[in-house]
């Protein structure tokens, strides 16, 4: 097929864009570069010995989607481009809408306008909030509780209207959990600009010398350990993940959610120790205060996609912590020496 990655320069896309060229699939990335790096989709088409199409462009220009369509002309999209920090998404709800929600809605305008109807979607186990008991399932009512969640959950919706509007459409919307980890090879992985948000890359920078030491968001949850339980999954069955869900999209026209996670909680003091394995040495932190809007304990009932799709997470925490050391240890910098700013 020829696949359109939106977002495929950032560290799921990066992943899947690989996936996708190993499976002989040709791609073209569509990215802004906004929190992503173009070395990536360089070093993506190395490991795979051929190479992605990559246009710089934003999701939320329709006559640039016009053009890419118009000059690729793809079968299938994943639709990856997103912002995704949640309390950035509460300062600036209006970037946030207006690139998740607005660029979305550009995105499948111009596909309808190519008669381009199948989408793999990139939603967030977030649209579950914090009102469904655990382990979440695909039939729950969904409820974000931030902008960054809800613009997720309201593209779910125009999805879900868009597809009732018209049979043609094939849509695959993927909740993901945690993705966690890197490609073995170390030679692409997660590489945020600025601090980092989320728990992995925040203890590889302080294992590799970026930050002085690790901060444990609350120590007295009602969990197994006080800290807070999520459900990580390596980014490499993330990618897989995509594969699966347009092969199914293949044969059956329709909407469709799946979970995309281990079904297994994880605590946050879990992850630092099997990172402190991986690594070798032990790594500095303090348990501090908890963080606004963190839930105490998610997990994923995976059931759905291993029926559905034949999927499930394959890989350990010990994978996905050895697989973001070696990533980090390589590339202590990220992409590009301009990091160097952001130490
Ligand atoms: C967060 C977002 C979620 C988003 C996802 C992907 C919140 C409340 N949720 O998920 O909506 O889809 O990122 O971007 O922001 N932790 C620490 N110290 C750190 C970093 C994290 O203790 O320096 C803890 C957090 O408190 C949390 C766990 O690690 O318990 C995982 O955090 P994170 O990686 O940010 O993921 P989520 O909070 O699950």
């Known amino acids: 097929m020829r696949i359109l990655v939106t977002g495929g320069a950032g560290y799921i896309g990066s992943h899947t864009v690989l996936m996708l060229l190993e499976a002989n699939h040709d791609v073209t990335v569509v990215d802004y570069l906004s929190n992503s790096s173009e070395e990536a989709v360089r070093r993506v088409g190395q490991l795979a010995g051929r190479e992605a199409a990559f246009v710089r462009a934003d999701i939320t220009d329709e006559k640039a989607l016009d053009d890419i369509f118009e000059a690729h002309y793809p079968d299938a999209v ?18 946030y809408y207006f690139n998740n929600v607005a660029g979305t809605i550009a995105l499948l305008r111009s596909m309808e306008r190519h008669a381009v109807r199948t989408i793999v979607f990139s939603s967030s186990a977030t649209v579950y909030g914090d009102h469904n008991p655990k382990p979440f399932t695909e039939t729950m009512t969904i409820g974000a ?35 966690a980890g890197a490609h073995p090879s170390g030679r692409i992985g997660e590489d945020p600009q600025g601090t980092p948000n989320n728990l992995l890359p925040s203890i590889a920078q302080v294992a ?17 350990d006080g800290t807070c339980l999520r459900d990580y999954l390596h980014v490499v069955d993330v990618a897989e993940g995509h594969a699966a869900a347009l092969r199914y999209l293949e044969r059956n026209p329709g909407v469709y959610r799946w979970n995309l996670g281990s079904g297994e909680g994880t605590s946050v003091l879990e992850i630092l ?26 997990w994923a009932d995976p059931s759905a996609a291993l029926t559905d799709l034949g999927w499930c997470a394959t890989k350990t925490l010990a994978q996905m ?23």
Not at 290 to 296: M, S, T, V, W
Request: glycine share 6%; net charge neutral.
């Open 208 to 224: 590799v010398g970026r930050r002085e030491t690790f901060m444990v968001f609350g120590g007295d949850y009602d969990t197994r």
């Open 321 to 343: 912590c050895e697989d973001h050391w070696r990533w980090q240890k390589n590339n202590p910098l990220g992409y590009t020496v301009a990091h160097q700013n952001h130490i």
């Open 273 to 298: 120790h099997a990172f402190e394995a991986a690594v070798g040495t032990p790594i500095p932190f303090v348990i501090t205060s908890r963080r606004a809007g963190d839930l105490p304990a998610i």
């Open 145 to 179: 509780m931030n902008p960054y969640g809800r613009t997720k959950e309201q593209v779910e919706n125009i999805l879900s209207d868009l597809g009732s509007s018209d049979e043609r459409w094939r849509i695959a919307i993927l909740r993901y959990f945690n993705p």
């Open 78 to 95: 994943i639709h990856l481009a997103s912002l995704k920090a949640v309390h950035e998404s509460v300062s600036t709800p209006l970037d």
